[in-house]
């Protein structure tokens, strides 16, 4: 049906050879294939032929049969390969191993054995500082009577650690700061490596393959600034930064015991002002390459790319409803009223709210919906 009417829009000069083409999800030469096909046939000219053919080297269910019984019989628990080579060589079986395999294991007279774990080789560093910049986080007790997450940021070129910092839990706010915090030092980087957590990806079967066109949060931002999202499909692949863990989690705790700092905030200010200075010190590499691949960044307001972003429509009282908050819109100059207007809130990693029209920022709130005067917020992921 989708072939007659790209036919009749073709024939009648209403689409091209490539419009209809591309209608049919194909090329334009088998687009021409078809029509001749169907101008001969019909659309029985259509249909594969194949789907109706018996291959002629298809095996009988006798000898299916026979396999399976020779086996059983005089070859139990062999090895396949080994009952291969008697196969061929004592009762002249031409059928391969593959072939051979596939049957006794559909039969049940062979076990079929786990996939042997892969070959790994070691990946090079990126050759440019800001090429590709790895992001991950560590749950583990950094000090007495509490458990946090140390999430750290660091470049794959240099080892170099470009942000670190404790948080109670990870998720889309303390991957924005880490990545906030790089750009505001380095400049904007070319690709984030990152494993398939769902603040990173949307992963519609679990353990498969990451949904590019439906993206997280932090899956947009990403898109925004321009900067590639490479998903890591097993802890092997995140090497570099479960190495770089190992060393946290065999110090970390030692420094902070001696430096007598038992809370969260103490903390973060030894990460920054003692730990990571002197880690990138002790661990920081020379890239291969002279020069960086990271850019300045000029364009736009960063802590407002950075932040999740949901949609919403403005109620009659001019009120966005947000997470069982109340979000009053306040009158302005430029039009009477927001009532049934699509309008945007922004959640930012500190907790606190606005409200967008378009470019537009209509109002500045707190964590708790409380309308506010914003104060430097352009400021605050680089703080």
């Known amino acids: 049906m989708r072939f007659e009417h790209a036919y009749v829009g073709w024939s009648e000069g209403r689409l091209t050879q490539s419009e209809a083409a ?73 059928r391969s191993y593959s072939w051979l395999k596939s049957v006794l294991q559909g039969a049940g007279a062979a076990k079929v054995h786990k996939a042997r774990g892969k070959h790994r080789i070691k990946r090079d560093r990126a050759p440019l500082a800001g090429m590709m910049i790895h992001q991950d986080a560590s749950t583990h007790r950094w000090v007495e009577q509490s458990v946090w997450d140390l999430v750290v940021t660091m470049d794959d070129a240099t080892g170099e650690h470009t942000s670190m910092f404790f948080c109670e839990q990870e998720g889309s706010a303390s991957s924005f700061h880490g990545i906030g915090q790089t750009i505001a030092r380095y400049g904007l980087f070319a690709s984030l490596y990152t494993d398939r957590g769902a603040h990173y990806f949307t992963t519609p079967k ?61 903390a973060n200010r030894y990460l920054e002002e003692v730990y990571r200075p002197e880690h990138n010190r002790e661990f920081g590499v020379a890239s291969r390459c002279e020069g960086t691949a990271y850019v300045p960044f000029i364009s736009g307001n960063l802590p407002d790319i950075l932040c999740e972003q949901h949609e919403r429509t403005a109620d009659n009282d001019n009120c966005v409803s947000f997470e069982g908050l109340q979000l009053q819109i306040p009158a302005d100059e430029f039009r009477y009223h927001y009532v049934h207007t699509r309008l945007r809130v922004h959640r930012y990693v500190d907790a606190t709210l606005a409200v967008f029209h378009g470019p537009r920022r209509l109002a500045c709130y707190d964590a708790k919906g409380q309308q506010h005067q914003d104060s430097g917020k352009e400021q605050r992921l680089a703080a």
């Open 206 to 266: 679990a353990g498969g393959k990451v949904d590019k066109v439906n993206l997280t949060q932090l899956g947009r931002a990403l898109k925004q600034l321009g900067i590639g999202h490479i998903a890591a499909y097993s802890p092997q692949a995140r090497g570099r930064s479960e190495r770089a863990f190992q060393t946290h989690q065999g110090r970390l705790p030692q420094e902070l015991a001696r430096a007598g700092i038992t809370d969260i905030q103490a």
């Open 22 to 94: 591309e209608l049919l999800g194909q090329c334009e030469r088998s687009f021409r294939r078809h029509v001749q096909r169907y101008e001969a046939d019909g659309l029985q000219g259509l249909l594969d032929r194949r789907l109706s053919q018996i291959s002629k080297r298809r095996a009988s269910a006798a000898e299916v049969d026979q396999v399976v019984t020779l086996y059983k019989t005089s070859f139990a628990g062999w090895n396949l390969s080994h009952f291969h080579s008697k196969y061929k060589a004592e009762f002249k079986g031409v």
